[in-house]
């Protein structure tokens, strides 16, 4: 059975800081692997999406590594900012040959960052 | 292009009540999912479909339904709501890759 874990579960920081957010899945056949962003009482925001081939994928301040075969995903966060407080999500989808399985998610990191 | 939406935002509902929460997406996509999210959790998977007249149980389906008539419509159904129903609950459709979410349904039963 696929398992997500999200280390550490909170996390705060002072502005300006780089960090790492961390996922780990106990199964390595995975069709991709997705991070999102929920804010306090809203919906999920897809942050970026990697291809199981793909080894990373990078959006503006933000930078996701994938390593299939040890089963880890990092979410690097650059120049942090009090407006990247949020919890952020990883989920994997599984692989089924191709076919579009659903995302297994992790239970989330909550970022803090201060002013 | 309204993506995914969801009807209603909030609800609360009595014990043994029931409702059925709406999903619509515009994207053409045939694979459609109900998951749930409990306070300091992930989200879990209740229903999925692939397609129009095709449902199958995920990891959480006691105490709820789904039908999938059309491709756009996937209606999650709560039939004699319990308390240990309460929760945000969100639809998503996907394409080949990446699934989108609707805004999501905060459901409170008492």
């Known amino acids: 059975k696929q398992e997500v874990t999200q280390i550490p579960a909170a996390l705060s920081v002072p502005e300006g800081e780089n960090l790492v957010l961390n996922c780990s899945f106990t199964?390595?056949?995975?069709?991709?692997l997705q991070w999102f962003r929920q804010d306090p009482g809203k919906g999920l925001t897809s942050l970026l999406l990697?291809?199981?081939?793909?080894r990373e994928q990078t959006s503006g301040r933000l930078n996701a590594s994938l390593d299939k075969s040890s089963g880890r995903s990092t979410l690097y966060i650059a120049a942090s900012q009090p407006g990247d407080s949020a919890t952020y999500l990883c989920a994997v989808r599984r692989d089924y040959g191709g076919s579009q399985g659903n995302l297994i998610f992790g239970k989330g990191t909550k970022l803090s960052v201060k002013p | 292009n309204a993506g995914v939406t969801q009807t209603p935002k909030f609800r609360i509902l009595k014990i043994g009540q029931s409702m059925t929460l709406q999903c619509a997406q515009d994207m053409n996509h045939n694979y459609m999912y109900w998951y749930r999210q409990d306070p300091g959790m992930g989200l879990k998977l209740i229903y999925y479909s692939v397609g129009a007249g095709i449902t199958d149980k995920g990891e959480v389906p006691n105490g709820y339904n789904v039908s999938r008539s059309t491709t756009e419509d996937f209606p999650l159904r709560l039939e004699l709501a319990a308390p240990s129903q309460t929760s945000v609950y969100f639809c998503?459709?996907?394409?080949?890759?990446?699934?989108?979410f609707g805004p999501g349904t905060r459901l409170t039963v008492t």
């Open positions: 199964d390595s056949a995975i069709y991709n």
């Open positions: 998503a459709s996907s394409s080949r890759y990446e699934q989108y």
């Open positions: 990697i291809q199981s081939s793909q």
